[in-house]
């Protein structure tokens, strides 16, 4: 069934178990995915991901505004289907990864901006460098599972773009993309 919005998640939320106050939710980590597209010279798009990541979320369905998030990620994970890219991309030239193993991202708060949609403001920092940055978060649905009704799952997609010249990474810019779109994808549930 899908959820409308925040409000009917909100109601829903309530009949629901462990999903009726702020609580810590853990990702499902077979169903997330921290994506990104990088325009190059024009002519092509490249993909790629981080294929390791751990996140800490305390949501409440009935007041998304409570909402906090904090993410870290291997920065050494990225996978662009190409090993030597990967590898440039490790380098100095763009992540250092020997140097900035990390990047975080810590949300200093949550608004609601539509029906199923809401702007999360945070603090990332890529390569020692810390900036604010909004992502756009979209409720996909919140429910039970249909393989086991007493696990509650929501699931969002969260959207944005990230400058990374404004984070010290300027390498081959703007031939290779500097605005980088992003994209996570998760399902979680309540750790209670």
């Known amino acids: 069934m899908r959820i409308t919005n925040f409000i009917a998640a909100a109601a829903l939320a309530v009949t629901l178990p462990f999903a009726a106050h702020a609580e810590p939710y853990a990702i499902d980590k077979s169903h997330a995915h921290v994506t990104f597209t990088v325009g190059h010279l024009g002519f092509s798009t490249t993909h790629g991901q981080f294929r390791k990541f751990d996140a ?14 904090s993410f870290t990620i291997d920065a050494a994970s990225v996978d662009t289907f190409w090993e030597a890219r990967d590898q440039h991309i490790r380098g100095k030239d763009f992540l250092d990864v020997e140097n900035h193993p990390e990047i975080t991202f810590v949300s200093t708060g949550v ?3 539509g029906a199923e949609t809401a702007d999360i403001t945070g ?3 890529i390569r020692g460098v810390t900036q604010p940055i909004t992502l756009q ?8 599972s249909p393989f086991n009704p007493d696990k509650t799952i929501a699931g969002f997609t969260i959207e944005g773009e990230i400058d990374r010249t404004a984070f010290g990474v300027s390498y081959a810019a703007p ?11 998760l399902e979680m549930s309540p750790t209670g």
């Open 137 to 144: 978060a979209t409720l996909n649905k919140l429910g039970p």
């Open 111 to 113: 608004k609601p901006t």
């Open 56 to 69: 800490s979320v305390d949501f409440d369905p009935s007041s998304v505004e409570a909402t906090k998030v």
């Open 123 to 125: 603090d990332l920092t």
């Open 175 to 185: 031939a290779v993309s500097a605005i980088i779109p992003i994209r996570i994808d």
